[in-house]
């Protein structure tokens, strides 16, 4: 496991596995909660890395090294246990602006471009970029594509996202350079809920469930 | 009932921030909060509030605000005046480092900051509802927007009303340690990153400052690393070679290949800096960087206890050529 500064108020710890992050980032918020890492703030699991925040002043992160590594020895390679979610998206063009062009590229339908697409469980990696943003995979290879040449400067909430192997939910409006293919009536993030505001976590499952417009309309009067 | 500041006039990219929202990074959530938590310790000083009270950041054009419903107190720190309307028509020039009282229907419009950024501070501190621990307006992470006419901003009855000489942060380079992905670069651009020049582009905001200046190169290893965690002080540098430096409302992680961190003491420099303007960095170490940290902390607490209370001190602020034009300080 590799240690590197990140200015003087954080550091990184890298693992070549994936997976391992949410694990040790869950081992590190302990340590933090009974007070073993002094001076420690938060920490955030990301793919390959977690990075733990620190009071400078407060603290003294090179007596950590022992205690980091051990637990990142010791962390299962299982993943997190997570939830199950079914995500009711609905791909209408209008919410799918780059649907047709995908699917073109591939010499398929919309239809036939989706469907192994939306037959996929994915699971969440990490969260970031956004608040609640959660980076999910894997995209079927057939299905995968590139980021935008040119990032949009609004997409809207809720919309259904692909880029490389990952995809993704906007959980508000935001500029965002993935390649929209629906949109999900679903709240993925709401600041009130203080306890757990992300509607996904580290290691959850979601498996989606297509939807047609009134469906979406209607699902979304209700949440 | 709760005396109120109300918005007449938002004024440009103004919004409520306080200490932020440290520990939700793993929802994605930026830390937020004031750019410079010094300067907002300063206002805050000023009324008699705690450190992280919230206030207004004033980043250009200031807001028209008018007392209601009862009285209180505002007190602004930065490079900034006011102007006091009274509601009998008569107006005073209120400089900055001076807590004064605002009667109900009384207006206070505050000027343009001359450079950087300014902080309003209000008895009691802003009192609006909390998101996620914080008051901070975050609109690019969907968390509060920008003021907007008509809002109403609660605060507490008058405190303390007190004065102070101004508090300045050091000048001098921004002070950066190298990496995490120093080998994501030339030897030769980590070099030229502390002894040129760079400009800010006009592409500024609470989540980074966009750099001009010699292209930076990569190494073998490219632009692109796996996403990690960031944080603001944070030095990306995307393929065009033209480095970003991350601020408090920044995205939690970051895929490019980071360059350098400035240290934690010159963040709330940053935060002054404006377009066009130009920055120029310096390397140090870790022990010089806690070392600065330490140092800024002991100026901080001299700074509080020099100050000056309930007695005018104008000769000093002179000296210290804050005043451009008070016309009629004595009705201070």
């Known amino acids: 496991m590799r240690f590197r500064w990140l200015g003087d108020a954080a550091l990184t710890l890298d693992f070549p596995e994936p997976g391992l992050a949410p694990a040790l980032a869950a081992a590190i918020d302990t340590l933090i909660a009974v007070g073993k890492l002094p001076g420690a703030l938060e920490c955030l699991a990301a793919l ?37 979610w079914r995500i009711p998206v609905c791909c209408d063009s209008e919410f799918a602006p780059d649907l047709m062009t995908l699917a073109a590229r591939r010499g398929m339908d919309a239809d036939a471009f989706l469907a192994p697409l939306l037959a996929t469980t994915v699971t969440v990696r990490m969260i970031g ?47 965002g350079g993935w390649n929209l293919i629906g949109r999900t009536p679903l709240a993925l993030f709401d600041a009130r809920r203080d306890e757990q505001p992300c509607l996904l976590a580290p290691g959850d499952q979601v498996a989606w469930q297509r939807v047609d417009r009134a469906e979406f309309d209607r699902l979304a009067a209700t949440s | 009932m709760t005396a109120s500041l109300e918005v007449l006039t938002p004024g440009h990219g103004v919004g409520v921030q306080d200490g932020g929202r440290t520990g939700k990074r793993r929802w994605g959530v930026p830390p937020s909060g004031a750019l410079d938590l010094w300067l907002l310790a300063a206002a805050n000083s000023l009324l008699g509030n705690p450190a992280t009270a919230a206030a207004l950041e004033i980043p250009l054009t200031g807001p028209v605000l008018a007392a209601v419903r009862a009285p209180l107190a505002v007190a602004l720190a930065g490079n900034v005046t006011a102007l006091h309307c009274r509601r009998d028509g008569s107006q005073v020039l209120v400089p900055a480092w001076r807590a004064i009282e605002l009667a109900p229907g009384d207006r206070f419009e505050v000027a343009m900051p001359r450079d950087g950024i300014a902080y309003l501070g209000v008895s009691g501190g802003i009192q609006t509802e909390t998101l996620l621990g914080s008051r901070a307006t975050t609109p690019t992470a969907g968390l509060g927007r920008p003021l907007a006419a008509g809002d109403l901003l609660p605060c507490g009855p008058v405190g303390a009303l007190r004065q102070s000489l101004p508090w300045q942060h050091d000048e001098g380079p921004i002070r950066l340690l190298p990496g995490p992905q120093d080998d994501h670069f030339t030897k030769a651009s980590r070099a030229l990153l502390a002894l040129d020049y760079f400009s800010l582009s006009s592409d500024c905001n609470r989540m980074g400052l966009r750099l001009q200046g010699a292209k930076l190169s990569h190494s073998a290893k490219g632009a692109e690393i796996v996403t990690e965690g960031v944080t603001p002080g944070a030095i990306q540098v995307p393929a065009d070679g033209q480095p970003i430096i991350l601020l408090n409302d920044a995205q939690t992680s970051g895929g490019y290949a980071k360059i350098a961190c400035a240290i934690s003491a010159d963040l709330p420099r940053l935060a002054h800096l404006r377009p066009g303007q130009q920055i120029l960095f310096r390397w140090v170490d870790r022990p010089a960087a806690l070392e600065a940290l330490r140092g800024l902390h002991r100026r901080f607490e001299d700074w509080r206890g020099r100050r000056l209370s309930g007695f005018i001190d104008d000769a000093a602020l002179y000296q210290h050529n804050l005043i451009s034009g008070v016309t009629s300080g004595e009705e201070l």
């Not at chain 1, 943003?133 to 609004?154: E, I, W």
């Open chain 1, 48 to 84: 390959r890395s977690v990075t733990l925040y620190f009071d400078p002043l407060a603290s003294d992160p090179d007596s950590w090294r022992g205690t980091l590594s051990e637990l990142a020895a010791h962390a299962t390679r299982a993943p997190v246990r997570g939830r199950h």
């Open chain 1, 129 to 175: 970029f956004l608040p609640g943003f959660a980076y999910m995979g894997a995209v079927p290879r057939r299905c995968q594509a590139p980021r935008l040449a040119t990032p949009r400067t609004r997409v809207a909430a809720g919309s259904v996202a692909i880029a490389g192997p990952l995809c993704a939910i906007y959980p508000c409006t935001s500029p």
